[in-house]
T-cell receptor
Framework: GAVVSQHPSRVICKSGTSVKIECRSL??????MFWYRQFPKKSLMLMAT?????????EQGVEKDKFLINHASLTLSTLTVTSAHPEDSSFYIC???????????FGDGTRLSIL | GENVEQHPSTLSVQEGDSAVIKCTYS??????FPWYKQELGKRPQLIID?????GEKKDQRIAVTLNKTAKHFSLHITETQPEDSAVYFC?????????????FGRGTSLIVHP
């Protein structure tokens, strides 16, 4: 089946640090990747959608300068949380889709803790 | 935009009982409805999906039904087992080309008591 790898799984860092999270589709080409944020016992909150080679589309209320997304190839998308603060602490999950109205396949998520 | 409502938020059943989770959607153009299972601290995993040209789909103990007229779809789990305990999310999406942006329900925490 389709495999999506997300790294790192856990990050603990000081306030003001920028953190990069990688999302890779290992056995398929992901024309679209999604980035979600999930709070404890809450649903998946879509942050942005990225298509390979084009700028990401951010959801309302998500700061594009704060959460930089790059989808440089059909197998890799990155999310960089710039100058992270404690309120950015959360569980971030990426997902990838081969194309059209196909199922998404999720990464394992990244637990980000900002001290 | 699309709005997906999911009920109940918590469902507690005894092992061997059936569990039903229901979702409604607002956009009649939605045509793809996946269900995901997320165990604590793990990734959501697709367990079953249905498209709008089908009314029901079954995979062993799991089934999904879709009523396009009423704009609701449901997940049915029969003969529940403790390992079915998890949070289940429904989703709805529509679009053409690469524009399928899924909208997720708020999730249902299923607890199966041994």
């Amino acid at each position: 089946g389709a495999v999506v790898s997300q790294h790192p799984s856990r990050v603990i860092c000081k306030s003001g640090t920028s953190v990069k999270i990688e999302c890779r589709s290992l056995d398929f080409q992901a024309t679209t990747m999604f980035w979600y944020r999930q709070f404890p016992k809450k649903s998946l909150m879509l942050m942005a959608t990225s298509n390979e080679g084009s700028k990401a589309t951010y959801e309302q209320g998500v700061e594009k300068d704060k959460f930089l997304i790059n989808h440089a190839s059909l197998t890799l998308s990155t999310l960089t949380v710039t100058s992270a603060h404690p309120e950015d602490s959360s569980f971030y999950i990426c997902s990838a889709r081969g194309g059209g109205n196909q199922p998404q396949h999720f990464g394992d998520g990244t637990r980000l803790s900002i001290l | 935009g699309e709005n997906v409502e999911q009920h109940p938020s918590t469902l507690s059943v005894q092992e061997g009982d059936s569990a039903v989770i229901k979702c409604t959607y607002s956009d009649s153009a939605s045509n793809y409805f996946p269900w995901y299972k997320q165990e604590l601290g793990k990734r959501p995993q697709l367990i079953i999906d249905i498209r709008s040209n089908v009314g029901e789909k079954k995979d062993q103990r799991i089934a999904v039904t879709l009523n396009k007229t009423a704009k609701h779809f449901s997940l049915h789990i029969t003969e529940t087992q403790p390992e079915d305990s998890a949070v289940y999310f429904c989703a709805a999406s529509k679009g053409t080309g690469g524009s399928y942006i899924p909208t997720f329900g708020r999730g249902t925490s299923l607890i199966v008591h041994p």
